[in-house]
């Protein structure tokens, strides 16, 4: 079975602390992927990677940076927290790489909760 | 750009009762569809997919989805729901070809009654 970890299950930083979200996948995936979940909202897409030092932003990465230096990790980073960015964090990994024909599903971590103060 | 609709953000009903939980997508080209559940404290996990050929797939556990291009739908329904089917639904849709970019609805939070 496909393992998502996600470093911390809880984090409370305060505004305008730097912030690492870790996220470690053990399949040798190509594609990985930063989500926030809110409330009312769902899931929305921050950055995804589909190969090491490669980058792609997403709908919303205003606030947000991402770091893919080996295939398993991709870390999501937080400049400068704000209150606004408090939300579930949701890391997920996929196997098929760009312009596959085929399409494989989203493996997903258990999800880091932040609370910015 | 793709996008998804999900019409119900909660639906309650009653064990062993059927249940619908319905999806709507927008999108100019072909795409790949998904349910994926969320059960508490979790993280998401496939339910189904719908990627080429019959219309209609199914899960193991007794979940069925139906695609139709022609009203833009992929509606999750089963005949006879469980206590342990209590859970927040999401339905996704990707572009065929290109990056995996996987676009969520907001959810539906389905509350099975004993």
């Known amino acids: 079975d496909v393992k998502v970890t996600q470093s911390s299950r809880y984090l409370v930083k305060r505004t305008g602390e730097k912030v690492f979200l870790e996220c470690v996948q053990d399949m040798d995936h190509e594609n990985m992927f930063w989500y926030r979940q809110d409330p009312g909202l769902g899931l929305r897409l921050i950055y995804f990677s589909y190969d090491v030092k490669m980058k792609e932003k997403g709908d919303i990465p205003e606030g947000y940076s991402v770091s893919r230096e080996k295939k398993e990790r991709f870390s999501l980073i937080l400049e400068s927290a704000s209150t606004n960015q408090t939300s579930m964090y949701l890391c997920?990994?996929?196997?098929?790489?760009?312009?596959?024909?085929?399409?494989?599903?989203?493996?997903f971590g258990n999800g880091t909760r932040l609370t910015v103060t | 750009a793709q996008s998804v609709t999900q019409l119900d953000s909660q639906v309650p009903v009653f064990e062993e009762a059927p249940v619908e939980l319905r999806c709507n997508y927008s999108s100019s080209v072909s795409v790949y569809l998904f349910w994926y559940v969320q059960y508490p404290n979790q993280g998401l996990q496939l339910l189904l997919k719908y990627l080429s050929g019959s219309t209609l797939v199914e899960s193991i556990n007794g979940f069925e989805a139906e695609f139709n291009k022609s009203q833009t739908s992929f509606h999750l329904r089963k005949p006879s729901v469980h206590i342990s089917d209590t859970a927040e639904y999401f339905c996704?849709?990707?572009?065929?070809?290109?990056?995996?970019?996987?676009?969520f609805g907001i959810g539906t939070k389905l509350q099975v009654i004993p």
């Open positions: 996704a849709v990707s572009l065929r070809g290109g990056y995996q970019k996987v676009t």
């Open positions: 997920a990994s996929s196997l098929f790489p760009r312009f596959h024909t085929n399409n494989s599903p989203l493996h």
